[in-house]
């Protein structure tokens, strides 16, 4: 969601299928084999085919200039993987929805309905017979570049945002199973046998033993520390410092927050426009001093504030403030209204 508040909604949804037909697996079965009994070629070949066409998508800007994207891996029950992508495009490049058409039209829940021609064509295959109204949204140039299923939707509207991350992210396949015992005659106990466990198909293990990615996205997220006045975590070795050292530690009270806040108050002309989840964007983080130096280079990076509920009461309004005030120079100034009343608390 942070990448969704710097750069907007995503603009297309792409499922990528691995096709066990691919000529390049195909060609290195042995005789009688079957895609099934190679899960270390199928994963080598399907992550081939993903780099070129995220080649195609970021790089080559098939669909429109790309400003962000994320992809996750994710393994069907037969084993074959595939691949979600968002991608948010450029504003210029945003041609969905389009307005005033008579024929494509929006649902309620953001899923679009494409137009369709009852053109009268119908194709017989495996018996049954199919028309215009079995074509799936796709992109021709994908579909026939890469000779497998290329799923490619229209996020038309922002209600669609978070559903779309959170089918990208819903995280592994899940099984379960119960244990029984056949030989001997104790009872049962279904709490204890029963197991909630993960499925992992022989493909997933080699794209893991591969060592691929089983997730990317950019531009790269930063999480930045929340914390109240002089409540900031601090970690240490209780075998060798004590808590006198740890007192006397010069970088202890420096956190991601303390030293924007100092940035702020130093350097007011380069960030009095600047929100806390935005400084990434202008200045990087140095581990080793603790301080926020001026970006050097063009890598885009955002910032993300660690979430905090409701229920945290002022670490939760302290994060709102943080999220509206531009270029704070102390937690005084984010209770400061309009300059001048300082309210007690952040709330």
């Known amino acids: ?9 995503p603009d297309l949804f792409i499922t990528m299928t691995c096709n066990p037909n691919w000529p390049e697996i195909t060609a290195k079965l042995l005789l009688g084999q079957t ?36 992809y996750v891996i994710e393994y069907q029950k037969r084993g074959l993987p595939h691949a979600h992508i968002l991608i948010i495009l450029a504003p210029e490049d945003k041609r969905y929805p389009k307005t005033f058409c008579d024929e494509t039209l929006s649902e309620v829940d953001g899923y679009p309905i494409y137009r369709r021609w009852d053109d009268g064509v119908k194709v017989y295959k495996n018996g049954h017979i199919f028309t215009n ?5 796709h992109n021709p140039y994908l579909s026939a570049k890469y000779n497998c ?17 959170k089918y ?3 995280g592994h396949d899940r099984a379960s199973i119960t244990m029984v015992n056949h030989q001997g005659s104790d009872p049962v106990d279904e709490i204890s046998e029963f197991q909630d466990t993960r499925y992992v198909s022989a493909a997933e293990c080699s794209w893991r033993i591969f060592g691929f990615r089983m997730h990317q996205h950019s531009p790269s997220v ?6 109240l006045p002089h409540m900031q975590t601090v970690r240490f070795d209780p075998e060798t410092e004590t808590a006198i050292d740890i007192v006397e530690r010069e970088d202890v009270h420096k956190t991601t927050l303390t030293a924007f806040s100092n940035t702020c108050r130093t350097q007011p002309e380069l960030t009095r426009d600047l929100l806390y989840p935005d400084f990434p964007t202008k200045f990087t983080w140095d581990p080793k001093s603790k301080t926020w130096n001026l ?4 890598h885009m990076t955002i910032g993300r504030v660690t979430f905090c509920p409701p229920s945290a009461g002022e670490r939760y309004y302290i994060r709102m403030l943080l999220y509206t005030v531009k270029g704070p120079s102390s937690f005084e100034a984010l209770r400061r209204y309009n300059g001048e009343v300082c309210h007690p608390i952040f709330r």
């Open 1 to 9: 969601m942070a990448i969704v508040r710097s750069c907007g909604k």
């Open 35 to 70: 895609a099934r009994d190679r899960p270390e070629l199928v994963s080598r070949v399907f992550k081939l085919k993903l780099n070129e066409l995220l080649d195609d998508l970021i790089k080559k800007k098939v669909c429109g200039r790309t400003v962000a994207h994320i």
């Open 133 to 137: 109204a079995h074509v799936v949204p």
């Open 149 to 165: 299923h290329i799923n490619v939707e229209i996020a038309t509207t922002i209600t669609v945002v978070k559903y779309l991350f």
């Open 168 to 170: 990208v992210y819903k």
């Open 222 to 227: 930063t999480r930045l520390q929340l914390h």
């Open 295 to 298: 970006r050097k280079n063009k």
